[in-house]
């Protein structure tokens, strides 16, 4: 039901457009003269409450005196006519509105955008918009927007939140020969979110690769489900990922998780493959439309030049596809298909000799080759050959392979028009062609990348089920009833160890007598720290003593800390001191979590120390996370041979690691309600099989 009235949106075979314009300046006058232009083959009715006829056709003073059904309705008229129009749309029983006028949420005009949504929903319309440039489909022939043509064809469907970034992209598909099928601008996306459009996109036939340019998901969620589910590659640029987030942390976490972070993470979890720039959206989109995904690491590369061959060698390295030599055998048998004085090691070096036959015998014996996962082709102009021909050669290999279709190939060419030529014969061929070595390779990788995501994404998710979420509640609760938002370091040392976090055994004391009594209980040496809502950062304020090995000790620290406290913060509400045990050393890293505005509860995960605090070498999830996501997350920085055991150092006990990040996953899930950021910042790893220890706590309520 809900696709077909995306359907009547997206493919309609009747549309209005309100707000049509006999004046060739006005943008009602643009979208019904494109819609001719274009070609669109349904009914056309502009309604213009004063003219006869705009662009030659018969115009209609309101919507009701149109004598068919009309599944669309283009709207451009001022803001403050839109939800008058919107119900007589419903009226008409219109299936979708496309709503290019401005002046709604987009400036601060959020009521009016929710009163036109709410009024065009009780009459089961969907809304492309408002603050839209339109949309446009070339198998419907439709160009339903203010943007000049209809973009060269190709087998795509770009989605943009940017209007006038739209038009240009829409334009650029001419210079840069990468068509689309459709463009479809989304603007506020008061409806009508990616979601919706990724989910209806993956059932339209003639759209075989999504692709994307967000400045901001209002849910988060829901966009990474309908991702997930779809069944073709969706392709995203994200913008605006500079300064989002990082402002007004309270905790290390909080600090550290940008947007391009989160949204990096989520894109990952939803099988979402990144384009890093307009360029590369460019590139990847041609790649991913045109090509399946690559379903082995085994990438050869045919080159007629080492110079290309190289930096194509060091391209695969990059985007984490390094080139393997062939097995030798293989090698043997490429040998034939080949010049004698070249190389069949990977790069296959067929010199710059290497004409017609040799492109096309080789490409034909490696694309064909079982041991090949996908193969990138490359040719440095010569004198001696002609780009066409090798261009022809390669195709025409590829297609006697039989395994077009079946792994990927992109071909890179270096040189001048000819080449270009070349190219643009491969593209109409659905041969995805670029002009440098390095394109080429991070079009395939993507495409591997692709497959290694879906992979994942079709993993099994384990859930933890040792949790105790009423006794997190009681800890939490008693912050709340005092007034707090944040937990002291014995409240959310509790909330942790209610989810099975292996926290060090902490008392508070409120007397020096009472220090000493505890720590006798739990046995010296100890560690000793102020307990104080008002005191985040222990340390800094002088409430750190650790490795106190006796009573004398004890008694001193006591004193000092209160008076470092004191010093530190004059009104500071003491609880007392924490009297906890001293852990032995251990590798020191880091979980934590924020509550996404986009996302929800989100998981990090870095080595601890030096590593957090400079070099920022962390890794998120947004929650749950399994047991053999956490396990990636561990292998995943930078510092993981650190935890795998490095210079005769033991392997850290990673098993455990993992189950306590999918825990404290789950923890951040089930109290999503209350908990806003949180870390466990040292805890430190042992060897394989002796676990670990959350040795500080950090919890920060959400505001209520
Ligand atoms: N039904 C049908 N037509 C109506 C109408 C109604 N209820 N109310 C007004 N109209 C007609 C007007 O008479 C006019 O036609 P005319 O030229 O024959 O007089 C036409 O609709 C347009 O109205 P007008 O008042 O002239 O507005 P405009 O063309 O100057 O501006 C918008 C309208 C929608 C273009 C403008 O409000 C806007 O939002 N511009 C920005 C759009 C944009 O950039 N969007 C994309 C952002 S990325």
Redesign the pocket.
């Given at each position: 039901m809900e696709s077909k009235v995306l359907d009547g949106l997206m493919r309609p075979k009747s549309i209005a457009i309100?707000?049509?314009?006999?004046?060739p300046t006005?943008?009602?006058?643009t979208v019904v003269n494109n819609i001719i232009k274009g070609g669109y083959e349904g009914s056309i009715y502009p309604?213009?409450?004063?003219?006869d006829e705009i662009l030659g056709l018969k115009s209609y003073k309101?919507?009701q005196e149109i004598p068919g059904e009309v599944d669309a309705a283009v709207?451009?008229?001022?803001?403050k006519?839109v939800l008058?129009?919107v119900d007589?749309a419903g009226k008409k029983g219109v299936k979708g509105l496309i709503i290019?006028?401005?002046?709604f949420g987009e400036v601060g005009n959020k009521e009016l955008e929710a009163t036109v949504v709410a009024k065009a929903h009780e009459y089961g319309m969907r809304i492309l918009?408002?603050?839209?440039?339109g949309t446009l489909s070339n198998s419907e022939k439709l160009n339903a927007s203010?943007a000049p043509l209809l973009p060269l064809p190709g087998k795509g469907a770009l989605v943009s939140q940017?209007?006038?970034l739209?038009i240009a992209m829409d334009m650029a598909t001419f210079t840069r020969r990468v068509g689309f099928e459709k463009l479809i601008?989304i603007?506020n996306m008061s409806d009508v979110d990616f979601a919706d459009l990724v989910e209806w996109l993956d059932k339209d036939e003639t759209t075989s690769c999504i692709t994307l340019y967000i400045e901001g998901i209002k849910d988060g969620r829901k966009f990474m489900n309908a991702a997930k589910k779809a069944t073709k590659p969706v392709i995203a640029l994200k913008a605006g990922v500079s300064a989002h987030g990082a402002a007004a942390a309270a905790s290390h976490t909080g600090s550290l998780a940008g947007a391009a972070k989160v949204y990096g993470a989520a894109f990952q979890q939803a099988g979402v493959v990144q384009a890093t720039d307009l360029g590369n959206l460019f590139d990847l989109s041609l790649a991913l439309s045109l090509q399946p995904p690559m379903k082995g690491d085994n990438l050869v590369i045919i080159t007629n030049g080492g110079g290309v061959g190289v930096l194509a060698t060091d391209a695969a390295e990059r985007f984490d596809l390094p080139l393997k030599f062939a097995p030798k055998d293989v090698q043997e048998e490429l040998k034939k298909h080949m010049p004698v004085f070249g190389s069949a090691k990977n790069p296959v070096d067929l010199t710059g000799m290497a004409g017609y036959d040799w492109y096309h015998d080789s490409t034909k014996f490696v694309f064909s080759h079982d041991w090949a996962d996908g193969l990138v082709v490359l040719y440095c102009e010569t004198a001696m050959t002609e780009p066409m021909e090798i261009a022809q050669g390669i195709k025409k290999a590829l297609d006697e392979s039989g395994m077009l279709g079946k792994k990927p190939v992109t071909v890179s060419f270096v040189g001048g028009d000819k080449s270009e030529k070349a190219m643009q014969w491969l593209v109409e061929n659905e041969i995805p062609a670029y002009g440098a070595p390095d394109l080429a390779v991070h079009a395939i990788s993507a495409l591997r990348e692709y497959d290694r995501m879906k992979e994942i994404i079709s993993e099994p998710e384990e859930t933890i089920t040792t949790a105790n979420k009423e006794i997190a509640l009681k800890a939490i609760k008693a912050a709340r009833d005092d007034g707090r938002d944040s937990l002291t370091e014995i409240e959310a040392k509790q909330v942790f160890s209610a989810y099975g976090l292996p926290v060090t055994t902490t008392y508070l004391a409120k007397s020096e007598e009472d220090a000493i009594k505890l720590a006798k209980e739990i046995g010296f040496p100890i560690v000793m720290k102020i307990v104080s809502p008002d005191i985040l950062h222990k340390s800094d304020a002088g409430g750190v003593k650790v490795n106190i090995k006796d009573e004398a000790g004890c008694r001193d620290a006591y004193k000092t800390i209160l008076t470092n406290a004191k010093a530190y913060k004059a009104d500071a509400n003491i609880h007392g001191v924490a009297i906890q045990e001293m852990a032995p050393w251990g590798t020191e890293v880091i979980l934590g979590s924020v509550n996404d505005s986009t996302f929800g509860p989100t998981m990090m995960f870095g080595l601890g120390g030096i590593f957090v605090e400079v070099l920022k070498d962390v890794t998120f999830r947004v929650a749950p996370v399994s047991k053999k996501s956490a396990l990636r997350m561990i292998s995943e920085i930078r510092g993981a041979p650190i935890l795998a055991g490095v210079r005769g150092e033991a392997p850290r006990d990673r098993v455990k690691l993992s189950e306590t990040i999918s825990s404290y996953a789950q923890m951040i899930v089930d109290l999503s309600e209350e908990i806003s950021e949180s870390d466990a910042n040292p805890v430190l790893v042992y060897e394989e099989g002796k676990g670990l220890k959350v040795a500080d706590a950090r919890i920060i309520l959400k505001k209520k």
């Open positions: 309100i707000g049509a314009s006999t004046d006005k943008i009602g006058y309604v213009n409450p004063k003219a309101s919507l709207i451009t008229v001022p803001s006519f008058e129009v007589e290019i006028t401005s002046g918009g408002p603050n839209i440039v203010f940017s209007g006038a739209l601008s603007g």
